[in-house]
Nanobody
Framework: VQLVESGGGLVQAGGSLRLSCAASGRTFSNYAMGWFRQAPGKEREFVASISRNGGSTYYRDSVKGRFTISSDNAKNTLYLQMNSLKPEKTAVYYC?????????????????WGQGTQITVSS
């Protein structure tokens, strides 16, 4: 499956962005999906994930209540709505797909990755 993220850009602290991840190549609904991010000089970290049927979601503690992951299987698209963005979270955001019904926070367990989209949060 091929994944292409979009929706990144420059936003002021406290602002909002919605990322999209368009999937192609295989049946989108066969995959659990996740969002990760990587700041300069740091390791890639888990942000949010969603199960294959969209019934279960999981977030890292620091984004709970501010970020929402969702998917539209009819459009083969994954979303991440981000509100109240913080400057320290400037990073490249990646979507990932895992050929499983269950989500995971472990990056190594995802089978496919997008190229990433840059989010810059200005203070």
């Amino acid at each position: 499956v091929q994944l292409v993220e979009s929706g990144g850009g420059l936003v002021q602290a406290g602002g909002s962005l919605r990322l999209s991840c368009a999937a192609s190549g295989r049946t989108f609904s066969n995959y659990a999906m996740g969002w990760f991010r990587q700041a300069p000089g740091k390791e890639r970290e888990f942000v949010a994930s969603i199960s294959r049927n969209g019934g279960s979601t999981y977030y890292r503690d620091s984004v709970k209540g501010r970020f929402t992951i969702s998917s539209d299987n009819a459009k083969n698209t994954l979303y991440l709505q981000m509100n109240s963005l913080k400057p320290e979270k400037t990073a490249v955001y990646y979507c990932a797909a895992r050929l499983s019904s269950e989500y995971t926070v472990v990056a190594a367990r995802y089978d496919y990755w997008g190229q990433g989209t840059q989010i810059t949060v200005s203070s």
